[in-house]
């Protein structure tokens, strides 16, 4: 039997039809659809969505979004919230709508999360070459801007003809609910196919689940890894984003436990361990806390548990300085597993650690080791405790709150299971050494691709993900104007999220980056120009808490910490978006993690700043290290 519908209509009923199982746990796939139309998918995807939500509303409900990219960053924090069981859908229209997405594509693959983007491209008859917004390609009459896609999808297609269809969505059903190979999966559309009828089977509309498996880890390899500890004296756990995705938390709580190995994070995965979890020293790197990088510059194995090793984690690879260190490297994906030279334990996280406790019996590290850890950790807690309430010697002279008091409040005012989201500038680092996590779900940093204008748009994603819980969306000024239009999305939907805006008159971040390069923070304040043609006037006058209230958000204006606190409250009571402004000293930064990042300076300057910042530079490379050593007994 078949059925006749356009590719557009065959496409929204096989999406609202598929489902994910792990566990024996099934859910839809796709959760849902984000768009925004234009010519080139209004009359094809978008007729499609009316004709499915006039039939059924919840089969595939659609969301209208203001920013494509933004969409993208929400259908991506949705999976991450998810555990990357579930997604939305993306449709935008061709030409620009649809290279909107391109960057939103980047950051889902980067941070291996499940998104289904539906650029939609020129007419694959090419009746009226050219269309309105297509590129013409001298060399190629098959290449569209959709072809940027490329590089950034983990599975990229385009259904020239209806019959490539459902080959094209089964190849992206497989992509999405692959644990290794997930990321961006794009199916490019041509406007007139969209809208082209054909006679489809009925068994393509039939309810389909998609299994993720747990992949069971080598017997000789566990007992390899068996061998590398036991000979281990100052073992550290680096616990990344794939503890969270395999759901291995207790698993590795029970781990650490039995075995006294203290536990560091990374930025995805933090909240692995409750931050008050004796074996727990918090994040590692070039963000981590003194407690945590202390220990990895004298451990001699290196358990990285689900993480891509980025340069934040190794400290541009200066964080791990033992002579003879090795890497224990347990992940579903190869391509991880060996980095560092590491013995690759390919597997899923949760059944690894099962795996290696069991194998390991009654085996932990020395006393006087758990002992040392957790004494790194109750200094570095002192200092946290200083930086969320300073005392008077370290308060901003012109009585502005600094952003470390501003974390510190919205963090002990919070609850454990509310969120807080937050993707670029200089708030990341500091949340990542700060920030007291108490739920696995309560920390989402995006730091793989560290996207400017991911927080509110990833807010929404993350209250879709999970309703339930208060979402607290920390932005500077200079990542709000990148992207602050799904605040519209948010009024119009009633999501409650509440955005903490600080305001800080520029790219503190980066300020303090050019800083301590020797570059003297220049092009990085929201200054006006001077009649001697440079940006060193007075702070631009731009008013972001009317320009919240224009979107008909609430918004609270705070200078004193009693007013943060009374304003925390007030939007903990709310009940849709509401926003938080408050002005801090971009010149106090948190505090120092004893460690490095590599961001090269110039090698010759006129400035004796960009000097200084040179000969600093060549200093701090010498600590790099190439981790290729093999480990002992891997063949």
């Known amino acids: 039997m078949t059925v006749r519908l356009t590719v557009a209509q065959a496409l929204v009923r096989f999406l609202s039809v598929q489902y994910s199982e792990r566990d024996g746990v099934r859910q839809r796939l796709i959760a849902g659809s984000l768009g925004i139309f234009g010519h080139g998918n209004v009359a094809g995807v978008g007729q499609a ?113 209806p019959e490539q269809l459902p080959s094209a969505l089964m190849n992206a059903m497989r992509v999405l609910t692959d644990p290794v190979e997930t990321g961006a999966v794009t199916l490019a559309l041509p406007q007139d196919v969209q809208a082209e009828a054909y006679d489809w089977p009925d068994e393509l509309f039939a309810e389909r689940t998609w299994y993720v498996a747990r992949p069971l880890p080598e017997a000789s390899i566990v007992d390899k890894a068996v061998d590398l500890l036991r000979s281990a004296r100052r073992p550290l756990i680096v616990a990344g984003g794939g503890v969270h995705y395999s759901g291995a938390e207790d698993a590795l709580r029970e781990f650490a436990e039995r075995t006294g190995i203290p536990v560091s994070e990374t930025q995805a995965g933090k909240g692995s361990l409750s931050y008050d979890h004796p074996q727990s020293v918090g994040a590692v790197g070039s963000t981590g806390t003194t407690a945590a990088n202390a220990l990895a510059r004298d451990a001699d194995l290196v358990i990285g548990i689900g993480t891509r090793y980025s340069d934040f984690t190794s400290a541009s690879r200066t964080a791990f300085q033992h002579p003879q260190v090795k890497f224990l490297n347990i992940n579903v994906a190869r391509f991880d597993s060996t980095k560092h030279a590491g013995l690759p334990v390919v597997a899923d996280a949760r059944e690894a650690l099962v795996s290696l406790g069991s194998a390991l019996g009654e085996w932990s590290v020395d006393a006087k080791y758990t002992a040392a850890a957790q004494e790194l950790t109750r200094n570095w807690n002192g200092t946290v405790d200083a930086v969320f309430r300073p005392s008077a010697d370290r308060t901003a002279a012109d009585g502005l709150l600094t952003q470390g008091e501003v974390i510190g409040t919205v963090n002990e005012l919070s609850a454990a299971s509310d969120v807080v989201v937050c ?15 108490r739920d696995p779900k309560g920390y989402h940093v995006e730091y793989g691709y560290s996207c400017m204008g991911y927080e509110i748009a990833g807010g929404l994603g993350v209250r879709l993900g999970a309703p339930d819980r208060d979402v607290f969306v920390l932005v500077g000024d200079g990542s709000y104007l990148m992207m602050s239009s799904e605040l519209a999305t948010a009024v119009q939907e009633n999501i409650k999220i509440i955005v903490v805006l600080v305001q ?66 007030t939007a903990k009571a709310a009940t849709g978006p509401i926003a938080i402004h408050v002005t801090t000293d971009p010149l106090i930064g948190g505090p120092d993690s004893d460690s490095w990042w590599d961001v090269p300076v110039s090698e010759v300057s006129e400035l004796r700043s960009t000097q200084a910042a040179s000969a600093s530079y060549e200093e701090s490379k010498k600590a790099q290290r190439p981790y290729l050593a093999p480990v002992e007994g891997d063949s």
């Open 423 to 437: 993707a670029a500038g200089s708030m990341p680092g500091d949340l990542h050494k700060l920030w007291r996590t």
């Open 504 to 569: 800080n008159h520029g790219f503190a971040s980066i300020g303090a980056l050019s800083e301590s390069l020797g570059s003297q923070r220049f092009g990085t304040a929201y200054r006006k120009r001077t009649g001697d043609g440079r940006l060193d006037g007075d702070y631009l006058p731009v008013d972001l808490a009317a320009n919240v209230r224009s979107f008909g958000v609430d918004v609270i204006d705070v200078h004193t910490r009693t007013d943060l606190e009374q304003a925390i409250r």
């Open 49 to 161: 969505l009316l004709q499915s939500e006039l039939a059924d509303p919840k089969a595939l409900p659609y969301i209208l979004a203001r920013n494509e990219q933004a969409m993208v960053h929400t259908a991506a924090a949705f999976a991450r919230t998810r555990d990357r069981l579930q997604t939305y859908a993306c449709t935008a229209s061709v030409g620009p709508g649809s290279t909107n997405m391109v960057t939103g594509a980047a950051l889902a693959t980067i941070n291996r999360l499940p998104v289904l983007i539906l650029p939609s491209d020129v007419f694959a008859t090419r009746v009226a070459t050219p269309v309105l917004q297509e590129l013409e390609s001298f060399g190629a009459g098959d290449v569209s801007v959709n072809d940027a896609f490329r590089p950034v999808s983990k599975y990229f297609d385009r259904v020239w003809r």
